[in-house]
């Protein structure tokens, strides 16, 4: 009964894997939830609303204008009775209007007046769900924090083949069950997170940058607090709004980066760099703008090495954190991934593969590959490695925490052993 007591409001659009929606509701309550329905009106074409009743033991209601519905509950308090809300199935339609904020029906009013989480279970055609719209709009709610769950990927109703049927009923019970037991799971935990690049200045209008957006290192920290730990981000100059409930400390330089994390350290269970760094700095930065010299092609700009921050933090001896890092890297991923776990002792790296185009620096998505100190071979060449693929930088963030926090509690009870 790890739901009892839970609220969950089960909105369901007008979709053919609507017809599960019962099975659903029955596993949730079966797991000590109490389930209120709102269809939309095309979903009661795919199931009826005197199904939905019986099982879950409530009036099912899918008008905003019903006076007598408004009577028993109006739809403001049924906003805030939810503890979660899930829409299952989420046609491509709900999908965009939320995206959009509109609230032209009874569902869509409702998830605009819910200050509680919202989790969506796309189902679609497949070629509907592939659609750049579509994408466009799951990832603007991924960055509002809403949850998606799926699709699965598969035979269709339709007869195609691919993504875009709802996750089965047994799946999303336990996703919301998860959900519960790990939205406070890090309480009592400090996490740091270094996000974004670093500028070195040149002159007083040049400077050494990369292509660092922040997103990744954000969506961390994002993740972290959702799961209730206290977390310090370390942002290098971006242009990104400060999660909710996430301490921000903004630098420029890799010096003012490494001073901040070196300060924040000791009181953390987990640090994690995601920030690139720039490796060097200009030995001096010019006091005036640097003139071009119109009798020599070349000039030179001595460079001098910048702390390394994550190596630093894992040197530490006292209180040392649970450190992570990152590496992007174009060509011999695993062997520059390990070196770089090898060299600044960290428990674990994780490694983006920027040949590709679509994910690492500036990309909306992100695919992992983690490589862990705790299981490194004695020949040090080989480490167990795991793949988060390719999906949301903010649901990669979700999954990534996960990883790290189960990995560092068995640390924890193995040093105790
Ligand atoms: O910000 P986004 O646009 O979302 O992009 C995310 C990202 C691609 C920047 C991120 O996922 C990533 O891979 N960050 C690490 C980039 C990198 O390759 O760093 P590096 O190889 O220079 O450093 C390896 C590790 O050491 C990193 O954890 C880095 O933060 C850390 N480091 C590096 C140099 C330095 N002086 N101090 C450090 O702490």
Same mark, same amino acid.
């Given at each position: 009964?790890?739901?009892?007591?839970?609220?969950?409001?089960?909105?369901?659009?007008?979709?053919?894997?609507?017809?599960?929606?019962?099975?659903?509701?029955?596993?949730?309550?079966?797991?000590?939830?109490?389930?209120?329905?709102?269809?939309?009106?095309?979903?009661?074409?795919?199931?009826?609303?005197?199904?939905?009743?019986?099982?879950?033991?409530?009036?099912?209601?899918?008008?905003?204008?019903?006076?007598?519905?408004?009577?028993?509950?109006?739809?403001i308090?049924?906003?805030?009775?939810?503890?979660?809300?899930l829409?299952?199935?989420?046609?491509?339609?709900?999908?965009?209007?939320?995206?959009?904020?509109?609230?032209?029906?009874?569902?869509?009013?409702?998830?605009?007046?819910?200050?509680?989480?919202?989790?969506?279970?796309?189902?679609?055609?497949?070629?509907?769900?592939?659609?750049?719209?579509?994408?466009?709009?799951?990832?603007?709610?991924?960055?509002?924090?809403?949850?998606?769950?799926?699709?699965?990927?598969?035979?269709?109703?339709?007869?195609?083949?691919g993504p875009?049927?709802?996750?089965?009923?047994?799946?999303?019970?336990?996703?919301?069950?998860?959900?519960?037991?790990t939205?406070?799971?890090l309480?009592?935990?400090?996490?740091?997170?270094?996000?974004?690049?670093?500028?070195?200045?040149?002159?007083?209008?040049?400077?050494?940058?990369?292509?660092?957006?922040?997103?990744?290192?954000?969506?961390?920290?994002? =993740?972290?607090?959702?799961?209730?730990?206290?977390?310090?981000?370390?942002?290098?100059?971006?242009?990104?709004?400060?999660?909710?409930?996430?301490?921000?400390?903004?630098?420029?330089?890799?010096?003012?980066?490494?001073?901040?994390?070196?300060?924040?350290?000791?009181?953390?269970?987990?640090?994690?760099?995601c920030?690139?760094?720039?490796?060097?700095?200009a =030995?001096?930065?010019?006091?005036?703008?640097?003139?071009?010299?119109?009798?020599?092609?070349?000039?030179?700009?001595?460079?001098?090495k910048?702390?390394?921050?994550?190596?630093?933090?894992?040197?530490?001896?006292?209180?040392?954190?649970?450190?992570?890092?990152?590496?992007?890297?174009?060509?011999?991923?695993?062997?520059?991934?390990?070196?770089?776990l090898?060299?600044?002792?960290?428990?674990?790296?994780?490694?983006?593969?920027?040949?590709?185009?679509?994910?690492?620096?500036?990309?909306?998505?992100?695919?992992?590959?983690?490589?862990w100190?705790?299981?490194?071979?004695?020949?040090?060449?080989?480490?167990?490695?795991?793949?988060?693929?390719?999906?949301?930088?903010?649901?990669?963030?979700?999954?990534?925490?996960k990883?790290?926090?189960?990995?560092?509690?068995?640390?924890?009870?193995?040093?105790?052993?």
């Amino acid at each position: 009964m790890n739901l009892a007591g839970k609220r969950i409001l089960l909105g369901i659009t007008g979709g053919i894997a609507a017809y599960k929606c019962p099975d659903l509701i029955r596993q949730l309550k079966k797991k000590g939830a109490d389930v209120r329905v709102v269809m939309t009106e095309s979903a009661t074409h795919f199931v009826t609303p005197m199904t939905l009743q019986a099982v879950s033991a409530h009036h099912v209601v899918n008008d905003l204008f019903d006076p007598t519905a408004e009577l028993s509950m109006s739809h403001i308090e049924l906003a805030k009775w939810a503890d979660l809300v899930l829409i299952a199935p989420a046609t491509a339609n709900i999908i965009a209007k939320l995206a959009c904020g509109l609230a032209d029906d009874l569902l869509s009013t409702l998830c605009l007046a819910t200050p509680e989480p919202i989790a969506i279970a796309p189902a679609m055609n497949q070629q509907m769900y592939k659609a750049k719209v579509t994408q466009q709009n799951l990832a603007r709610l991924a960055e509002r924090n809403v949850l998606i769950w799926g699709p699965d990927k598969g035979f269709q109703a339709c007869g195609d083949i691919g993504p875009g049927r709802m996750v089965e009923p047994a799946t999303l019970a336990v996703n919301i069950e998860d959900y519960f037991t790990t939205s406070n799971a890090l309480a009592g935990m400090t996490i740091t997170v270094t996000a974004g690049p670093t500028i070195e200045e040149l002159d007083p209008v040049r400077y050494i940058s990369n292509y660092s957006s922040g997103k990744m290192g954000f969506a961390i920290a994002n =993740a972290a607090a959702e799961m209730g730990a206290k977390v310090v981000l370390i942002a290098g100059p971006v242009h990104l709004d400060t999660p909710a409930n996430v301490e921000r400390i903004n630098v420029k330089t890799a010096q003012e980066m490494y001073n901040a994390a070196i300060q924040q350290a000791q009181q953390s269970t987990i640090f994690i760099a995601c920030a690139a760094v720039a490796d060097y700095r200009a =030995a001096t930065i010019a006091k005036q703008k640097i003139k071009k010299q119109d009798n020599n092609n070349e000039i030179v700009i001595t460079l001098v090495k910048n702390p390394d921050i994550v190596a630093s933090v894992a040197s530490l001896k006292k209180d040392r954190p649970f450190v992570v890092g990152f590496a992007a890297e174009s060509h011999n991923i695993e062997a520059y991934a390990l070196k770089k776990l090898i060299t600044k002792n960290l428990d674990l790296i994780c490694a983006n593969d920027i040949s590709n185009q679509q994910i690492g620096f500036n990309a909306d998505q992100n695919a992992l590959t983690l490589y862990w100190q705790h299981s490194i071979t004695a020949n040090e060449k080989k480490s167990e490695q795991e793949t988060l693929p390719l999906c949301n930088k903010q649901i990669l963030a979700k999954q990534l925490i996960k990883k790290i926090i189960q990995r560092y509690k068995a640390s924890q009870n193995e040093k105790k052993n």
